[in-house]
């Protein structure tokens, strides 16, 4: 398991604490690409799913099986 999200700019981060986090096809902090809601970074994953803030759309928490069966995330280039 990966470990908690090092963000610091979280409510989890600034209050220190530390939970264990599903790994997943793409590193937290990683940049990636969505073909509708462009550019956003990998902040955490959970059981089964990815959470991504999308700088133009917002938070979007995403089924992992979807995102891989569907390529609906790229590394941003």
């Known amino acids: 398991m990966a470990t908690a ?40 994953f959970e059981p089964g799913r990815v959470v991504v803030p999308f700088d133009h759309a ?4 995403l089924s992992l099986d979807l995102v891989e069966e569907n390529n609906l995330l790229r590394p941003a280039s």
Do not use: K, M
């Not at 700019?9 to 509708?36: K, M, T, Y």
């Not at 917002?58 to 928490?61: A, E, I, S």
């Open 5 to 44: 999200c090092t963000c610091e700019n979280c409510d989890n981060c600034a209050a220190g604490r530390v939970a264990p986090l599903e790994e997943g096809p793409f590193a937290i902090g990683q940049g990636v690409d969505h073909s509708e809601w462009g550019r956003g970074t990998v902040q955490q």
């Open 58 to 61: 917002g938070y979007r928490t």
